[in-house]
């Protein structure tokens, strides 16, 4: 129907303007806007679907927590909290995908204004080549001046140490959450297991009442 409305107006601007050379009319101009449209949608849909995988892995969404370090809160009062960045090789990020790290044995230093995290355990990626990283290799942690800053003054003082508690993927990008720490006594441990304890027992006991009820 649209092709033959614009026909007919193109042959009544030709009776109306009599023999010329060819020129583009506006009904021509519309149904190449059309056509151009049409191409450009075509042309966005296929870029999306052979793009869609990598757009899927760059959206990716929320945190999935990689390895933890439950032993620093045995072993530490836990003070100031960070998140950073971590700079990572190709394959230390496909093996963190696989979920495999440790952060057991690992700490974090302070050289050169820069942040380092030492012996967190990133196993070598399981089709990785000649190419593939070392596994408890030093690795620098991303972190603003300011919390450099504020992270040196307190490593000054005695006994202040930087631990590493979580090692996850937020939105995407892998992140270390550190702390400033200062280790515990054998008595402060045995009041942290302690009140650890109590609250399990006031856990379960709540259950057991809510399971009555």
Do not use: C
């Not at 929320?62 to 530490?76: E, P, S, T």
């Not at 009062?77 to 963190?96: N, P």
């Not at 408890?136 to 003054?153: M, V």
């Amino acid at each position: 129907m649209f092709a033959a409305a614009d026909l007919q107006e193109e042959m009544a601007e030709q009776r109306f303007s009599g023999p010329s050379a060819p020129t583009k009319t506006a009904a021509t101009q519309r149904t190449s806007q059309r056509a151009s449209k049409q191409s450009n949608t075509a042309s966005v849909s296929e870029r999306s679907n052979q793009s869609g995988k990598m757009v899927t892995m760059a959206k990716e969404k929320g945190r999935r927590l990689i390895a933890q370090n439950r032993k620093a809160r045995h072993d530490y009062h836990i003070h100031d909290v960070y998140e950073a960045g971590i700079v990572l090789s190709g394959t230390e990020v496909k093996s963190l995908r696989e979920g495999r790290a440790n952060l057991t044995d690992a700490y974090g230093s302070i050289e050169d204004g820069e942040v380092w995290l030492r012996g967190a355990h990133i196993p070598e990626y399981s089709h990785g080549t000649w190419t593939n990283h070392s596994a408890r290799r030093t690795r620098k942690l991303l972190l603003t001046r300011r919390e450099i800053a504020k992270i040196e003054r307190e490593l000054t003082t005695s006994g202040t140490t930087l631990v590493p508690l979580s090692l996850y993927f937020s939105n995407g990008y892998a992140k270390v959450e550190v702390a400033l720490a200062t280790g515990k006594r054998e008595y402060d441990k045995r009041v942290s297991i302690a009140a650890r304890e109590s609250k399990r027992e006031a856990e379960r006991a709540l259950a057991a009442r809510n399971r009555r009820q």
